[in-house]
């Protein structure tokens, strides 16, 4: 067997704060929603790039406060970009980590942490 991809799914609470956060915020496309029913929990997934995202409001997919690292080519780049939005949650700096990595954080409505590195 062979890996395909993988695709680390978040847990969330409040469809509109992801929304906000994620595409609004961050920048990525909402490819999908799922719903069992009408008033069931969202599953949806959200892409930028080659980055795709699960995001489940069901209890028992995942748990809040993960932390996923997302490679970048140009972190100054995503820096200002996410600078220029009306976002008023947050404002991530870049780190100069001491194993010469720069990164940066930030974290969703919802306890997850996404880490942005070069």
């Given amino acids: 067997m062979e890996p395909k991809e993988t695709i680390p799914i978040l847990r969330i609470f409040d469809e509109d704060k992801a929304r906000a956060f994620y595409v609004d915020y961050l920048g990525f496309t909402l490819d999908f929603e799922h719903r069992f029913e009408e008033g069931m929990p969202l ?5 930028r790039g080659a980055v795709k995202l699960h ?12 932390a996923v690292r997302i490679g970048v080519h140009d972190l100054e780049a995503l820096r200002q970009e996410l600078a220029s939005k009306p976002y008023r949650f947050s404002n991530p700096g870049i780190q100069e980590k001491p194993w ?3 990164e940066l954080a930030t974290t969703d409505p919802f306890g997850n942490r996404l880490i942005f590195w070069e």
């Fill in 43 to 47: 599953y949806a997934q959200v892409s």
């Fill in 55 to 66: 995001l489940s409001e069901h209890h028992g997919d995942c748990t809040p406060g993960a």
């Fill in 100 to 102: 010469g990595m720069k």
